[in-house]
Structure formats: structure tokens, C-alpha cells
């Protein structure tokens, strides 16, 4: 069974940080793009960063660049994704996804994991 798993999420004061992890279990993830995604309560699910499988470029949206940053561990089957400097405005359900390349859109992607709530206030 192919599955990703979030961890890492929590409650966190302005200006804390978070590592959040994406695990797979059933599929290696060397072989894939892999995106991290968030949705507020009310608002649309966005991209928030994604890292490619052939050269491990990585992107991320203008509102997070220079706070989060991703990587994987193939060793591990894992992506990470740091987050640094988080404001109240980070609050959100974080998901992440595989694909065969990087895209800005959820269509882009084949597997999704559950999510992991990350929460940012004082």
C-alpha cells in the first residue's frame, strides 16, 4: 500500500520553528517530486515548496522564501520541510504529495499524505 505520512506539526510561538516530515512507506520516494502544500481554515489548499526528483531543485512560494526550507534523505525515504520564523499567518494544515515533477497545482501530484496541523501563536 503506498502511503505518506506527516509528522512534526505542533503549536508554536511567532518567530519559533518547525521541522515537519514527510515519510513513505510502499514506494521509494527517490523517484518522485515531492510538494508541501497547507490550507487555512477557509481558504484553498496552496503550494508552499517542492523539491524535484532528477536534480533536487527546489521552489517555494514568495511567502515562505527565506524561512522554509526542503530537503530529502532518500536514505531515510523521507522530505523534510524546516520552518523557520513562522508567523501566525504559517497556521495551517500541512499536507505533502508526491509526483513525477514539481507543479504548482494539487492536480500535479499522485499521492497525498493526511496532514499535520501546525498552529503559530503566542
Known amino acids: 500500500q503506498l502511503q505518506l505520512v506527516e509528522s512534526g506539526g505542533g503549536l508554536v510561538q511567532p518567530g519559533g520553528s518547525l521541522r515537519l516530515s514527510c515519510a513513505a512507506s510502499g514506494f521509494t520516494l527517490d523517484y518522485y517530486a515531492i510538494g508541501w502544500f497547507r490550507q487555512a481554515p477557509g481558504k484553498e489548499r496552496e503550494g508552499v515548496s517542492c523539491?524535484?526528483?532528477?536534480?533536487?531543485?527546489?521552489y517555494y512560494a514568495d511567502s515562505v522564501k527565506g524561512r522554509f526550507t526542503i530537503s530529502r534523505d532518500n536514505a531515510k525515504n523521507t522530505v523534510y520541510l524546516q520552518m523557520n520564523s513562522l508567523k501566525p499567518e504559517d497556521t495551517a494544515v500541512y499536507y505533502c504529495?508526491?509526483?513525477?515533477?514539481?507543479?504548482?497545482?494539487?492536480?500535479?501530484?499522485?499521492?497525498w499524505g493526511q496532514g499535520t496541523q501546525v498552529t503559530v501563536s503566542s
Open positions: 504529495a508526491a509526483g513525477w515533477a514539481c507543479a504548482a497545482t494539487m492536480n500535479g501530484y499522485d499521492y
Open positions: 523539491i524535484s526528483s532528477s536534480d533536487g531543485s527546489t
